[in-house]
């Protein structure tokens, strides 16, 4: 009996040591969101203030995140990601023992979440980057839904724990073990034999430069990416930041949000097994309708709804963002050329995370002038106008997934 593609790609020992390391960063990263927001709203209980600490964390992306897509480009994919994970576990250490000695400010968990989130943005395009270079590319989707699978199985559980933590001893115990999970995983990535330094052709510059003309020149790839500056905003302003304020200001707790995160990670789970066997022939379809339930955990929270019916919308949330997930890792790798795809990747998460701050910010606003039930609905309400707009266009119906037996070029 010839073996199954998942048990062919597990036996990669490349591939292995990629997931292992994603699994154990995963560990921590899953508790930390919790963690974070309920330190912040101990000591300042505004959603003004959280609103800071996420936009302060997310604006050093918009730069490090096109300087990270030129490097991986350029230079040591493997060096690349140990920094990136080395960064964060000093910095979350830092904040754990703040906390612990009750010295932590809005200010100080800021500066230190905006070094934590450079650093992972300037690894996040070289990350990107490494399964082409493991697996063929008739192979990528199920590596991809397989690489997220077992994180997002860590993550059921994960956000329980950390509110329950919270809860009972404070948030420093689980900041402290996002630090050390992050430590681990650079050792593992450290252990990677990934392509060396990539000869740079001309400067810095000038590959910006082509990878920006690349970038405009595919409609697929920019309207999508356009698209998701919207969604990306305002769900998480409206799931990262309103959602841990009606938990503080309702009945829910740290420990009632802890079980909408693991909820969602459910979803997160489904959708990467439906994704290990779904292949949609139009991709992109797929890829842009797996965005609109975003939208109910929004509506969920809007209604002050009882947490198991928040709890279902977060699960059906996280299924269509993880086949969404998928289904985009997928075409970018078995469109786009490998040596591009550090830098378009990177032009990508830009436009996601692009008004994503502005967004945290108003969003914080709006809520303590209108209410946060007023601003869910209208958040809610704006992410599917910005989904379902990109269903008129009729290259994304066209564009089909790419043959099997090659990487294909990309379509304009």
Known sequence: MAPSPTADLLRNKRFRTLLIASLVSASGSAMAPVALAFTV????????????????????????????GVAADRFSRRRLIVIGNLVPAVTQA??????????????????????ASGASALASPAMNSLLPQFV????????????RLPTNLVRILAPAVGGVLVALVGPQLTLAWDAASFAVAALLYGRLRIAGPVPARGSALRDFRTGWSEFRGRFWLWSYTLSGTFVVAFWLGGYGLLGPVVAHDTDLGAAGWGIVQG????????????????????????????????????????????????????ALAGVGVDISIVCWNTVMQQQ?????????????????????????????????????????????????LATVVLFAAPSLWTMRRAPAAEKATAPA
């Open 41 to 68: 709203l101990g000591f300042d209980g505004r959603p003004g203030s959280l609103a800071v600490v996420l936009a302060g964390s997310t604006a050093p992306q918009l730069i490090l995140l096109l300087v990270g």
């Open 94 to 115: 830092t904040v754990a023992l703040l906390v612990f000695q009750g010295a932590a400010t809005t200010a100080r968990v800021a500066v230190f979440a905006a070094v």
């Open 136 to 147: 063929e590319a008739s192979r990528l989707q199920q590596a991809n839904a397989l690489v």
């Open 263 to 314: 909820s969602f990670a459910v979803g997160l789970v489904l959708g990467g097994v439906l994704s290990l066997r779904w292949k949609p022939s139009r991709i992109m379809i797929a890829c842009v309708a797996a965005n609109l339930p975003l939208a109910l955990p929004l509506l969920a929270l809007a209604v002050r709804a009882p947490l198991p019916a928040i709890a279902v919308a977060a």
């Open 336 to 384: 786009l050329p490998d040596e591009l795809l550090g830098r378009l990747g990177s032009f990508s998460s830009i436009g996601e995370r692009l008004a994503v701050p502005l967004g945290y910010l108003l969003v914080g606003a709006a809520a303590a002038s209108w209410g946060t039930a007023t601003v869910l609905s209208l958040a809610a309400a704006a992410m599917t």
